[in-house]
């Protein structure tokens, strides 16, 4: 394998492909992103400076996006004026370094990958969480955007083949990647959200893989999950739970608590959310507990996972990142907020979904206003209240009314203070 491969200590991004239904990987990808955003707002500024050594290897997979200057935009500025919009995304895709532990999910021909260790079959970006930190009053945001979202995509070109993939009208959001890398990605996730505001649009981003989940919750000592009823699931890991007891969940055992989903609530897809977003909170309180901020080894092995894990934006550099995590490492608990895209059913395809028009608009209205979201638990179903041209029945908010200070609104997800446990009754 590559000197490249070694060095960089890559993780596998692995494909579930015995599911036809939503699969799996788009909740765990997820709880990546959320993992990584919480690393580079909680323990990064520390870290990054320490291993100052890896910034080479950071900058090495870099990729430039679309209608940005090559000049770095002032930090300061961001932070201080409109906030700092981050996307961060899960790949699907095998790597040489780990593909024994997905068993027949990876090819175990080593042809099947390239120099850098990663196999050459495009990937799907099974994760896309935008991660908004707002100008003072601070407060965070990640919002995950389901794999399975039909939306209209525009035109992109693989910056690896030259091959252009044309817009559509009716697309899957995790086929992007495959079109035109990263800045696919980022160009269709700022079409859904910049027409609210364009400051919303994306300022940095970067690609993860789905093996960081094991590595960033062994580098903090694990996470502590409650859960309400016993999970026993045996195609996760054989993962078994005791309800009534609050788990340490480390390793592997982690990754199938990700994975759950037989065993929890109605046994579907979308039924595990909340149960996920349980770990999300638990990690975000890990890593902005005293146990990791004032613990110098633990913030180093964080940073080097994290730095490991990540094929960032070209304008995302380690210097960039540590003011990042300066500008939102004082944000309350109760102003980290997970929430879920809101979503409703696609009346062409029962195993996708379609944006939720009005929900969305309230959400990033509020969210580029800086006022407070109040995110409601989600039940694992989806607003069915979406017509066959994938509007709500109520009209979209009049975005030219300016909404009142201090509104708060309502969306599905959790803060990072809510302490509930999974799996409840």
């Known amino acids: 394998m590559s000197e490249t491969s070694q060095r960089r200590g890559r993780r596998t991004v692995a494909r579930h492909g015995e599911l036809s239904a939503p699969s799996p990987l788009s909740r765990l990808l997820r709880v990546v992103g959320i993992a990584m955003a919480c690393v580079m707002v909680a323990g990064l500024g520390v870290g990054v400076y320490a291993y100052w050594d890896l910034s080479s290897a950071f900058a090495a997979n870099s990729v430039e996006l679309?209608?940005?200057?090559?000049?770095?935009?002032?930090?300061?500025?961001?932070?201080?004026?409109?906030?700092?919009?981050?996307?961060?995304?899960?790949?699907?895709?095998?790597?040489?370094?780990?593909?024994?532990?997905?068993?027949?999910?990876?090819?175990?021909?080593?042809?099947?990958?390239?120099?850098?260790?990663?196999q050459l079959q495009a990937g799907l970006n099974d994760v896309n969480l935008l991660v908004h930190i707002s100008p003072e009053p601070r407060k965070i945001t990640a919002i995950a955007f389901p794999r399975d979202l039909m939306v209209a995509t525009p035109e992109c070109t693989d910056p690896n083949t030259g091959n252009v993939t044309y817009e559509s009208s009716y697309n899957m959001i995790n086929n992007t990647y495959a079109a035109g890398g990263l800045a696919c990605v980022?160009?269709?996730?700022?079409?859904?959200?910049?027409?609210?505001?364009?400051?919303?649009?994306?300022?940095?981003?970067?690609?993860?893989?789905?093996?960081?989940?094991?590595?960033?919750?062994?580098?903090?000592?694990?996470?502590?999950?409650?859960?309400?009823?016993?999970?026993?699931?045996?195609?996760?890991?054989?993962?078994?739970?005791?309800?009534?007891?609050?788990?340490?969940?480390?390793?592997?055992?982690?990754?199938?608590?990700?994975?759950?989903?037989?065993?929890?609530?109605?046994?579907?897809?979308?039924?595990?959310?909340?149960?996920?977003?349980?770990?999300?909170?638990?990690?975000?309180?890990?890593?902005?507990?005293?146990?990791?901020?004032?613990?110098?080894?633990?913030?180093?092995?964080?940073?080097?996972?994290?730095?490991?894990?990540?094929?960032?934006s070209a304008q995302l550099t380690p210097v960039t990142l540590v003011q990042i995590a300066m500008a939102a490492k004082d944000v309350p608990l109760s102003d980290i907020v997970f929430l879920q895209y809101p979503i409703g059913a696609d009346p062409n395809n029962s195993n996708r979904v379609v944006p939720n028009e009005t929900a969305a608009a309230e959400m990033f209205e509020a969210i580029a206003a800086n006022r407070s979201l109040a995110p409601q638990s989600t039940d694992g179903t989806i607003d069915d209240s979406i017509d066959a041209s994938g509007e709500t029945e109520t009209p979209a908010p009049d975005a030219t009314e300016t909404p009142e200070a201090g509104t708060e609104v309502l969306a599905p997800g959790r803060t990072a203070l809510d302490e509930s446990c999974a799996n409840p009754e």
């Open 66 to 118: 679309e209608g940005q200057e090559s000049t770095p935009p002032d930090i300061g500025e961001l932070v201080g004026e409109k906030g700092v919009d981050l996307l961060l995304t899960g790949i699907d895709i095998c790597e040489w370094d780990t593909h024994e532990r997905y068993g027949d999910r990876c090819p175990s021909n080593p042809a099947a990958y390239g120099e850098d260790g990663r």
């Open 186 to 312: 980022a160009k269709t996730i700022d079409t859904l959200t910049t027409k609210y505001d364009p400051e919303l649009a994306i300022d940095y981003a970067a690609t993860i893989t789905w093996d960081g989940v094991i590595e960033i919750t062994n580098a903090i000592g694990g996470v502590e999950v409650c859960v309400a009823q016993t999970i026993d699931d045996v195609e996760a890991g054989n993962l078994y739970l005791e309800g009534g007891q609050t788990h340490n969940l480390q390793g592997e055992q982690a990754l199938a608590f990700l994975r759950a989903r037989k065993a929890i609530a109605d046994g579907s897809d979308l039924g595990r959310i909340s149960n996920q977003q349980v770990y999300m909170s638990g990690l975000a309180r890990k890593l902005m507990s005293d146990e990791v901020l004032t613990n110098p080894s633990t913030l180093l092995s964080l940073a080097r996972t994290t730095v490991t894990n990540v094929d960032p």
